[in-house]
């Protein structure tokens, strides 16, 4: 990508967005095209088309996406699944018809099946029942990676994708209802500090195991492959992962020792579990150049000092 380009990135005022645009402006790059999303709705057939019609951009980093925990997901399936059909087939068809250079599209690791072989490589896509709490989520996420996919082989467009496993970082949202796992914990054990509470309770067993990747390393692997790699290298899509798991019990009694709290910790084993078993195959990634960088421990005492600052 030459510093000059114009570089649409979508949901640039997220967790990702926030980071990589940092790290973009660091490298040199000073000509990015951010929008909020009440100014631009990527749900929005005709904005989105106003939009490149008018800014032509030549590059799309597509990270724009409704997110949510657990408790979300299963609140409000259709949401989940509309949305972020609307958002993927907008941007994605839309770079098609403004003939945009080089796309990335953002996935997630929820695209495998719930009881999927470990470590998850990418040929396992498709080989299973998805996991029923997120179905509507990793449905829409299948479906642009795929949309992607037939871009390229169709009409040779450079259109990649990346899927990473759940994230966290400095830049997230610690809303305990719709934030992803770790960034409930730390507010909830937080506030439970705060409030001198007796415990804290954790939904499901804590058996569940899972990989998280630190927002910082999937900048990085979102500019590595942007620069580095088109989509005849990377088809259909390569997993982006820290390379190891945790289980929630274990993750939850980590950020309970790092922030101080010295209260109990209730799992509720009425609530559901979720995929028994996130484990992405990195192999791919690394035999290409990249690899993670940050240790779970390292990156949560990061998200801790933002989250207490803030």
Same mark, same amino acid.
């Given at each position: 990508?030459?510093?000059?380009?114009?570089?649409?990135?979508?949901?640039?005022?997220?967790?990702?967005?926030?980071?990589?645009?940092?790290?973009?402006?660091?490298?040199?790059?000073?000509?990015?095209?951010?929008?909020?999303?009440?100014?631009?709705?990527?749900?929005?057939?005709?904005?989105?088309?106003?939009?490149?019609?008018?800014?032509?951009?030549?590059?799309?980093i597509h990270l724009?996406?409704?997110?949510?925990?657990?408790?979300?997901?299963?609140?409000?399936?259709? %949401?989940?699944?509309?949305?972020?059909?609307?958002?993927?087939?907008?941007?994605?068809?839309?770079?098609?018809k403004y003939n945009?250079?080089?796309?990335?599209?953002?996935?997630?690791?929820?695209?495998?099946?719930?009881?999927?072989?470990?470590?998850?490589?990418?040929?396992?896509?498709?080989?299973?029942?998805?996991?029923?709490?997120?179905?509507?989520?990793?449905?829409?996420?299948?479906?642009?990676?795929?949309?992607? %996919?037939?871009?390229?082989?169709?009409?040779?467009?450079?259109?990649?994708?990346?899927?990473?496993?759940?994230?966290?970082?400095?830049?997230?949202?610690?809303?305990?209802?719709?934030?992803?796992?770790?960034?409930?914990?730390?507010?909830?054990?937080?506030?439970?500090?705060?409030?001198?509470?007796?415990?804290?309770?954790?939904?499901?067993?804590?058996?569940?195991?899972? %990989?998280?990747?630190?927002?910082?390393?999937?900048?990085?692997?979102?500019?590595?492959?942007?620069?580095?790699?088109?989509?005849?290298?990377?088809?259909?899509?390569?997993?982006?992962?820290?390379?190891?798991?945790?289980?929630?019990?274990?993750?939850?009694?980590?950020?309970?020792?790092?922030?101080?709290?010295?209260?109990?910790?209730?799992?509720?084993?009425?609530?559901?579990?979720?995929?028994?078993?996130?484990?992405?195959?990195?192999?791919?990634?690394?035999?290409?150049?990249?690899?993670?960088?940050?240790?779970?421990?390292?990156?949560?005492?990061?998200?801790? %000092?933002?989250?207490?600052?803030?």
């Amino acid at each position: 990508m030459d510093k000059n380009s114009k570089i649409f990135v979508t949901g640039s005022g997220g967790m990702v967005g926030r980071t990589l645009v940092s790290m973009l402006q660091q490298e040199g790059y000073i000509n990015l095209l951010l929008t909020k999303s009440d100014d631009l709705d990527l749900r929005n057939q005709i904005k989105v088309d106003e939009f490149f019609s008018r800014e032509k951009p030549d590059y799309i980093i597509h990270l724009a996406a409704r997110v949510g925990g657990i408790v979300a997901n299963m609140t409000n399936p259709i %949401e989940f699944l509309m949305d972020n059909m609307r958002i993927g087939m907008n941007v994605i068809n839309t770079s098609f018809k403004y003939n945009v250079k080089k796309l990335l599209n953002l996935g997630s690791s929820c695209i495998y099946p719930r009881d999927c072989r470990q470590p998850m490589k990418e040929e396992y896509l498709l080989s299973g029942k998805l996991e029923p709490t997120n179905e509507g989520y990793a449905l829409a996420k299948i479906a642009a990676l795929k949309l992607c %996919e037939y871009y390229f082989t169709q009409h040779g467009c450079n259109f990649i994708s990346l899927m990473p496993p759940n994230l966290y970082g400095i830049n997230d949202h610690f809303d305990e209802k719709n934030s992803h796992v770790l960034s409930a914990l730390i507010s909830r054990f937080h506030k439970a500090k705060i409030d001198h509470l007796e415990e804290v309770v954790v939904w499901g067993t804590g058996s569940p195991r899972r %990989e998280f990747l630190y927002d910082e390393d999937l900048s990085k692997a979102i500019i590595y492959f942007m620069k580095n790699y088109d989509a005849k290298d990377l088809q259909p899509f390569i997993n982006v992962g820290s390379g190891e798991d945790i289980s929630i019990r274990d993750l939850a009694f980590l950020i309970r020792d790092l922030t101080n709290y010295q209260g109990k910790v209730v799992f509720d084993v009425t609530k559901p579990d979720g995929m028994p078993k996130k484990l992405l195959d990195n192999s791919r990634a690394n035999t290409l150049g990249w690899k993670a960088k940050t240790s779970i421990g390292e990156g949560i005492k990061k998200t801790i %000092e933002f989250y207490c600052r803030h």
